[in-house]
């Protein structure tokens, strides 16, 4: 299995800080590497996929980058409602595997 | 647009048999693989297995002795069975649909499976 090894675990910010969330891969994955948001109680909100495409309806605060084994999420101006923990997944191979997640809470 | 629902037991007993539903409205189940994922209280995101509409399915390795994904393309459901269920096996449930790249672009809002007697 491909291992994702997210940092920070978790992290405490202000509204609009720069927030950089690091992923990295125990293998090559290309840029098979998508991004989700979850809050408290809701599913997964899918914000990047491919490395650095956002979904449709996600903010422009959010950008992705990276390729083979290490990644980033960016989210340029932290809001209210940013407060949440992030999860990477990688889909280059069966079985599909997520990092542990970092949770982005409130200075 | 497509949205997910799942349904099934909210409590099943040890050793039996986990059995869960996902329906699909907005949209078509065919052309479109689908998955179902799992989130242990308090724990992260663990991909359970994934089937195409035409009734393939590639399971994790994991639990691929006790998991089966089937479809029922004329309700437009599809489901998961997971036998010989333990506490370990407590979560929240989720399905999803594949996007681009094999992201999960769509989810169910979960429901929650307690594994006890």
């Known amino acids: 299995d491909i291992q994702m090894t997210q940092s920070p675990s978790s992290l405490s910010a202000s509204v609009g800080d720069r927030v950089t969330i690091t992923c990295r891969a125990s293998q090559s994955i290309s840029n098979y590497l998508n991004w989700y948001q979850q809050k408290p109680g809701k599913a997964p909100n899918l914000l990047i996929y491919?490395?650095?495409t956002l979904q449709s309806g996600v903010p422009s605060r959010f950008s992705g980058s990276g390729s083979g084994t290490d990644f980033t999420l960016t989210i340029s101006s932290l809001q209210p409602e940013d407060f949440a923990t992030y999860y990477c997944q990688q889909s280059y191979s069966t079985p599909w595997t997520f990092g542990q997640g970092t949770k982005v809470e409130i200075k | 647009q497509v949205q997910l629902q799942e349904s099934g037991p909210g409590l099943v007993k040890p050793s039996e048999t986990l059995s869960l539903t996902c329906t699909v409205s907005?949209?078509?189940?065919?052309?479109?693989?689908w998955s179902w994922i799992r989130q242990p209280p308090g724990k992260g995101l663990e991909w359970i297995g994934y089937l195409y509409y035409s009734g393939s399915t590639n399971y994790n390795p994991s639990l691929t002795s006790r998991v089966t994904i089937s479809v029922d393309t004329s309700k437009n459901q599809f489901s998961l069975k997971l036998s010989s269920v333990t506490a370990a096996d407590t979560a929240v449930y989720y399905c999803a649909r594949h996007g681009v790249g094999s992201s999960m672009d769509v989810w169910g809002q979960g429901t929650t499976v307690t594994v006890s007697s």
């Open positions: 491919v490395a650095s």
């Open positions: 907005g949209g078509s189940i065919s052309s479109n693989y």
